[in-house]
Structures are given as structure tokens and as C-alpha cells.
């Protein structure tokens, strides 16, 4: 999917810059989030309880799960580690669905402009 997406922003670049700018924003997939910036991901895990969180990292990659767990509050830390522990394995419906919750508020930040990436 990846593969797919970053060639179709680039046939789009070749043609008009802005455009392509416009829709990679938009284009915004869990397995971006080891590249967005820190302020983006506390705005889109601000506010989520505890199980929606331990969903959405269920079998996360390293990568994506340290960018996570790092912008969390050491309480919602401990939080999430209980709630994991007692949660038995969730349906990939379930994990799939409270990552889209986070995906979708990273979307309404891209929406505004708002939305950043490390190192942007």
C-alpha cells in the first residue's frame, strides 16, 4: 500500500507540485506514524481512554509503538500496559477500528494544515 501510494504522489508531483503536496497530506496511514511529529500524535491520542489506545497498539510495529507510548502521559502509560494485560485477543475489527479513530483525527489536523511530520 505504501508502495502504491508514494508512486501515485510522485506521477502526481511530476505534474503540479502543490497538488501532490495537497493529497500526500491527506493520505495518511498507521504506518506513517513513526514519521509524524510528536505535537500531531498528542493531539490525536489526547482524549482516547485507556482500551482504545491498547487496541490500537496491538501488534503495532516497534517503531510505531515507542513513537506512541513516547508522547503518552506516564499514567496513561501504566494504563495502557493494564488494560493490554487484561484484554484477551482482539479481533483484528477491533484493532483495526481504534486506529482508524486515530488515523481520523490526524486526517482533520491534515484538513486544517495542521498536521506535521518530524523533521517538516
Same mark, same amino acid.
Given at each position: !500500500? *505504501?508502495?502504491?501510494? %508514494?508512486?501515485?504522489?510522485? +506521477?502526481? $508531483?511530476?505534474?503540479? &507540485? #502543490?497538488? =501532490?503536496?495537497?493529497?500526500?497530506?491527506?493520505?495518511?496511514?498507521?504506518?506513517?506514524?513513526?514519521?509524524?511529529?510528536?505535537?500531531?500524535?498528542?493531539? !490525536? *491520542?489526547?482524549?482516547? %481512554?485507556?482500551?482504545?489506545? +491498547?487496541? $490500537?497498539?496491538?501488534? &503495532? #510495529?516497534? =517503531?510505531?509503538?515507542?513513537?506512541?507510548?513516547?508522547?503518552?502521559?506516564?499514567?496513561?502509560?501504566?494504563?495502557?500496559?493494564?488494560?493490554?494485560?487484561?484484554?484477551?485477543?482482539?479481533?483484528?475489527?477491533?484493532?483495526?477500528?481504534?486506529?482508524?479513530?486515530?488515523?481520523?483525527?490526524?486526517?482533520?489536523?491534515?484538513?486544517?494544515?495542521?498536521?506535521?511530520?518530524?523533521?517538516?
Amino acid at each position: !500500500a *505504501t508502495e502504491l501510494r %508514494d508512486s501515485l504522489v510522485k +506521477a502526481i $508531483a511530476d505534474q503540479n &507540485a #502543490d497538488a =501532490a503536496a495537497a493529497v500526500q497530506n491527506l493520505m495518511i496511514l498507521w504506518e506513517d506514524m513513526p514519521q509524524v511529529a510528536d505535537r500531531s500524535i498528542q493531539e !490525536a *491520542t489526547r482524549g482516547l %481512554d485507556a482500551r482504545k489506545l +491498547a487496541l $490500537a497498539l496491538a501488534g &503495532a #510495529d516497534p =517503531a510505531t509503538r515507542t513513537r506512541i507510548v513516547g508522547n503518552l502521559s506516564e499514567r496513561t502509560r501504566a494504563m495502557i500496559d493494564e488494560e493490554a494485560q487484561l484484554m484477551k485477543q482482539p479481533k483484528a475489527e477491533e484493532i483495526e477500528q481504534a486506529r482508524e479513530e486515530i488515523l481520523a483525527i490526524l486526517r482533520a489536523l491534515s484538513a486544517k494544515g495542521e498536521l506535521q511530520f518530524q523533521g517538516a
